[in-house]
């Protein structure tokens, strides 16, 4: 991996190409699909730590991010992506928007088509908003995270860190933990590591569940100490507070008790089990602190590495796509 | 008849070794249906052995021995609702007072509602009851957490730490709760705890401004009543959401045929739903209301006559589960006002067993579903370890000399309130000796 010269260029292979205009969701996509997204990242990552990032195959395209949540890690990473890569990347956040003066989605995105962007990546608060969006525009979407729908470069950096620590994703045992029910990570989470041939488990408390689990594919777990047992990786995810006020969970001090990620907790996994967490962390309540920063364990900060190239990754086989139209 | 003497003696729960054999009983088993004369060994705080030849060859010689005289040896009794009123209204009842009043009515084991002040939804208020309880109390003194931060119907208290400092499940006792979406919160999160979410099953607008059973006697009093239909909409909706979350719950003190048959229909679905009736509401209807007499003021209230009935049948049929008093001190001064304004509920520890027992004279019930209603059924239903006679148990013991007639005198109750609507009525059998963690803490001579 040492040379710091262009990526390999996977996705040229004639033998695949990445059948959608989008990227809305890992529902969808083959396991083909997804290998060849996380080796074509894979060749980003040392690029990327390079004094010259610059890698400008997107030059002369558009990139609008637009945000209708609030976003470090996600909106950062989609800007460093497009740039590194060429693009002119234009932030749209809601604050200064004019969604704040009314427009509805469908106005808002119909203007910004009219300025023939080639690529628009959305996060929005409602499930399925993302969705809306790409009927009406005729660039390439990427969803950036819808409600409590799905998250898919998430996954993907997930799957990416996983496959780098452990060198495989098929076979192992990936608990995710905390908040099921309203959590876009764990669905795409599930969703592609079922894909990948991974055994999971999701483990919350029974209001945090979605209805039905087992139908996603998963074990279910309800106690943390059982579901951890013999687990390669670790999957923590935030409680938001406001699910505490409507009595989802009591209290944080309950929550962090049953359901935190400590260290007691965490020796029922394999000693070499790893932890990841999509962020923001808050510490003492998904997780605790001298685990988050354990960094034989703790990925946290390998996967925000891993997002920059995975939408790296992601805007290529797109334009790659658009290209071919 | 000459008065008979109690006599109360604090446990020390320090006799780990201490042997005590209990000869020429009747040993009586609810659970097991064992029913025979013979012997029981307690060893410290547990029984070591029973049977009809285990003192063939003598009883052991470091063992006290208590002579039985062929009454009726049973597992301690429960009384799964009662209320010490400590913290906070320790003018009514303490966990001293309340404990010596379990003592005198063979009861060995309690449940405290947590409708105290502070409110028992913090694991320092169960904590400090449990404290209390070690210092002044007769009998074993469990209870329950409430579901809502300060029984206000709002927020989950934290369910799990008092589950783990040992609640015996939830309920927000005399305020019922009206939000279905935090009903269903309780029961899901709860849900693998083992220990119900107890539910006082009234509907609170049909309730409201309410002071008795709504009826003939209702009507001709001029007293706002309140309908049947205020108990079985609650239990319809609850038994609802039991089935939607997988939870576990329970119906306090049920009072109406159409809550019984509620019931009766979640348990044929399989579902995990218990119910506990009153003494009161087996033994009296709205007709003792007639005379504005305020000790018979209860909420829920006394109902028809045909519900009486459906009690009595639900405890023949198994779909109420225990018998529990809902034993509620007050002083006289919240008694002596008009109907409105006069508090509710009424002390039933010392009464239950003589009440109950009734049902069995009366040829209603058989003794040992007369007894199954008081030890391993509600034992069961608040998870604790208790009502069994058999090896390894817990030596919570009460002799009940079944053929003691005598008048019920509130007056003479240990209890420190004394608003009974029983005084004068002519009872057969009474509990003469009860004995908690293999320590006699009352006797009756």
């Not at chain 1, 990936?174 to 876009?184: E, N, Q, T, Y």
């Amino acid at each position: 991996m040492g040379k710091a010269a262009a990526p390999k260029k996977n996705w040229a292979k004639k033998d695949w190409i990445y059948p959608h205009r989008h990227l809305l969701g890992i529902e969808g996509l083959s396991k083909q699909d997804i290998t060849r997204i996380l080796d074509l990242a894979e060749g980003f990552i040392e690029k990327n730590r390079q004094i010259d990032k610059k890698y400008p195959i997107l030059k002369g395209r558009t990139l609008i991010n637009l945000f209708f949540e609030n976003s470090t890690r996600t909106r950062m990473s989609f800007e460093l992506a497009g740039k590194r890569l060429g693009a002119d990347v234009i932030n749209m956040s809601v604050a200064t928007s004019s969604v704040k003066k009314g427009e509805t989605l469908i106005d808002t995105a119909m203007t910004l088509n009219a300025m023939h962007p080639d690529f628009i990546t959305m996060r929005h608060p409602e499930s399925g908003a993302v969705h809306l969006l790409s009927r009406k525009v005729n660039c390439s979407v990427i969803n950036a995270g819808d409600g409590s729908h799905e998250h898919p470069t998430q996954a993907l950096l997930d799957a990416l860190t996983i496959r780098r620590k452990k060198g495989r994703i098929e076979g192992l045992t990936v608990a995710i933990c905390g908040d099921i029910l309203h959590s876009r990570v764990a669905r795409s989470n599930i969703l592609l590591l079922n894909a990948m041939g991974a055994k999971v488990r999701i483990i919350a408390p029974p209001t945090l569940m979605p209805p039905q689990p087992e139908k996603l594919g998963v074990k279910v777990f309800n106690d943390m100490r059982k579901g951890l047992k013999d687990c390669d990786v670790v999957m923590t995810l935030r409680l938001k507070t406001e699910y505490m006020e409507n009595s989802f969970v009591p209290s944080s001090r309950e929550y962090f008790h049953f359901w935190g990620l400590d260290e007691e907790k965490m020796s029922y996994a394999k000693k070499d089990a790893i932890i990841l967490d999509p962020g923001p962390i808050i510490r003492g309540l998904q997780i605790d602190s001298k685990l988050a920063d354990d960094i034989g364990r703790s990925m946290i900060l390998d996967q925000v590495e891993m997002g920059v190239a995975v939408r790296q990754a992601v805007l290529e086989i797109l334009s790659h796509t658009l290209q071919t139209k | 008849m000459k008065p008979a003497k109690q006599t109360f003696t604090l446990p020390t729960r320090t006799n780990a070794n201490r042997k005590v054999a209990y000869v020429n009983a009747r040993l009586f088993d609810p659970e097991s249906g064992l029913d025979v004369k013979g012997g029981l060994l307690t060893k410290g705080g547990v029984i070591a052995d029973l049977g009809p030849r285990l003192f063939n060859d003598g009883t052991p010689e470091d063992a006290e021995v208590i002579d039985c005289k062929g009454h009726l040896l049973t597992p301690g009794l429960l009384d799964i609702q009662v209320h010490f009123r400590e913290p906070g209204q320790e003018y009514k009842e303490t966990i001293h007072t309340g404990s010596k009043s379990a003592a005198a009515g063979g009861v060995t084991t309690v449940a405290c509602m947590p409708n105290t002040d502070p409110v028992i939804d913090d694991i320092a208020v169960l904590e400090f009851i449990h404290q209390r309880a070690r210092k002044s109390a007769y009998v074993n003194v469990r209870a329950y957490a409430a579901i809502s931060k300060g029984r206000k119907g709002e927020a989950l208290t934290e369910m799990g730490l008092l589950h783990e400092a040992g609640a015996v499940g939830f309920t927000d006792d005399g305020s019922v709760v009206m939000n279905a979406l935090l009903m269903r919160r309780a029961l899901a999160y709860s849900r693998d705890f083992g220990i119900p979410v107890a539910q006082h099953a009234e509907d609170a607008n049909l309730t409201a401004g309410t002071c008795m059973n709504e009826g003939a006697v209702s009507a001709k009093l001029g007293l706002p009543g309140s309908p049947n239909a205020s108990e079985a909409v609650i239990i319809e909706r609850d038994i609802i959401l039991t089935e939607l979350t997988g939870g576990r719950y329970h119906v306090l003190h049920i009072t109406t045929a159409e809550g019984i048959d509620a019931v009766r229909r979640a348990k044929k679905k399989g579902l995990r739903v218990t119910a506990e009736a009153a003494p009161h509401h087996f033994c009296l209807t709205d007709e003792a209301v007639a005379e504005y007499r305020t000790f018979c003021k209860m909420n829920p209230p006394l109902r028809a006559e045909k519900d009486r009935l459906a009690v009595i049948e639900g405890l023949s049929d198994g779909t109420i589960d225990a018998i529990a008093t809902d034993h509620a001190p007050h002083d006289e001064e919240s008694k002596r006002v008009p109907m409105t304004h006069a508090a509710v509920g009424i002390v039933g520890l010392e009464t239950m067993l003589p009440l109950s027992l009734m049902l069995y004279h009366k040829k209603q019930l058989s003794l040992g579903e007369v007894f199954a209603a008081m030890t391993y059924k509600p034992a069961d239903i608040i998870q604790v370890n208790a009502g069994r006679l058999k090896k390894g148990a817990p030596a919570d013991l009460t002799l009940i000399d079944l053929g003691h007639e005598w008048v019920l005198d509130p007056e003479g109750f240990m209890s420190k309130s004394h608003n009974s609507p029983f005084e004068g009525w002519k009872a057969k059998g009474r509990a003469i000796r009860t004995v908690v963690g293999g320590e006699t803490v009352y006797t009756l001579s």
